[in-house]
């Protein structure tokens, strides 16, 4: 396994069983964690690493629901992404799956699809989340490193501690 830190924010990458598993620690409590990961308007605050910024079409936060978001540039380029809620445990855990997809929704199956789940556990210290992102092959796992997941996601985490503080 491959590790980086940056921040606050632990990744581990396992080319292996096709897995990433992301670690961090906010100083909030879970509730107000909970949230941010689940709340459009509040998703849409640090969702997206700056300069980009993430904008909700439509949010069904439901076992069998979605979010539809579009990651948009400064140039106004818009990137889409499907978040579909597969398992949801409130306050505790949830499970589903992410991909790129058309502004309709249509997910691109030449773009890696993940499978995840984020577990939100109370600390001393605020809220500790870990999610486990699963890929299909190796391949995809490359290309969605390549795709500077891990930086988009730590500046991502970056901005989330900030909008809780």
Wanted: aromatic residues 10%; glycine residues 6%; charged residues 25%.
């Amino acid at each position: 396994m491959e590790s980086a830190t940056q921040s606050k924010t632990t990744i581990l990458k396992d080319l292996i069983n096709k897995s990433i598993h992301i670690s961090r620690i906010f100083n909030a409590p879970v509730q107000q964690v909970w949230s941010a990961y689940t709340e459009s308007e509040l998703l849409d605050q640090w969702w997206a690493p700056k300069p980009w910024k993430a904008e909700t079409k439509s949010m069904n936060f439901t076992v069998g629901g979605f979010w539809l978001y579009a990651m948009v540039g400064p140039d106004n380029t818009k990137h889409w992404g499907r978040m579909n809620y597969h398992a949801i445990q409130p306050y505790q855990k949830m499970e589903g799956e992410d991909g790129f997809c058309d502004e309709d929704g249509n997910l691109n199956h030449d773009l890696p699809l993940t499978k995840w789940n984020h577990i939100f556990t109370a600390t001393e210290k605020g809220t500790k989340v870990e999610f486990k992102l699963l890929l299909a092959t190796e391949k995809e796992l490359q290309t969605l490193v390549e795709m500077g997941f891990e930086m988009g996601l730590t500046a991502a985490m970056d901005q989330l501690d900030e909008l809780l503080a």
